[in-house]
Structure formats: structure tokens, C-alpha cells
């Protein structure tokens, strides 16, 4: 099956997303913060015959984000189609939010 990642993962648009791309068959990957938030959106999808899980990281943490798409990759096989729209939308000063580019996938 397709995976589609979703990094900024919420109750409202990512939520919709994950919805729309799973009914068409995609597997999807949740990524965010919160842990517990993220597990309440699977458990959502799963109601809807979706097949997801969670990968918990922090935008602002390269490193982590890195990692969870590494993890969300090794666990559905790969990453077909990557949503990339955390909040906040505005830039955070002094701080540089990583990209969703990454060589090792």
C-alpha cells in the first residue's frame, strides 16, 4: 500500500487528509508532539477502516523529525506522499524549523 506522512498531524486538517488519503487506500503517518493526541487520531481512523500510527516528534527538533520519518518509513516501507504543515504558520524568532527534506529516505 501508498503511505502518505503527515508532519503537523492534528484534529482538523491533517485530520481530513489522513481521512481522504486513506480511503483511498493509503497507509498514513501521523507525526507531532503529542503522543497521546496522536494515538486518539489513530484510534479516529482506525473507526473509518484506516490503516495509521504514530511517530511523536517535535518540528523544531531536526533530529527527532528526522528520526520519526525514519521510523514511519522502516515501518509502512517507505513514504509515498509527504504533508508538511505544522503550526504555528508564522516564523518563531531564532528559531529555524526543519524542512521536510531528508536524504535518507
Do not use: C, W
Not at 484506516?50 to 525514519?70: C, H, K, N, S
Request: glycine content about 12%; charged content about 15%; overall charge negative.
Amino acid at each position: 500500500m501508498p503511505t502518505l506522512a503527515i508532519v503537523g498531524a492534528g484534529p482538523g486538517m491533517g485530520l481530513s487528509i489522513a481521512k481522504l488519503f486513506g480511503g483511498h487506500g493509503f497507509d498514513v503517518a501521523l507525526i507531532a508532539r503529542n503522543k497521546d493526541k496522536l494515538d486518539g487520531l489513530v484510534a479516529e481512523l482506525a473507526t473509518s477502516g484506516v490503516t495509521a500510527a504514530a511517530f511523536p516528534a517535535d518540528i523544531m527538533d531536526r533530529p527527532a523529525l528526522a528520526a520519526a520519518l525514519e521510523q514511519a518509513a522502516a515501518h509502512f516501507g517507505g513514504i509515498d506522499v509527504l504533508e508538511y504543515s505544522p503550526a504555528p504558520h508564522t516564523p518563531v524568532p531564532g528559531i529555524t524549523t526543519a524542512g521536510p527534506l531528508l536524504s535518507s529516505l
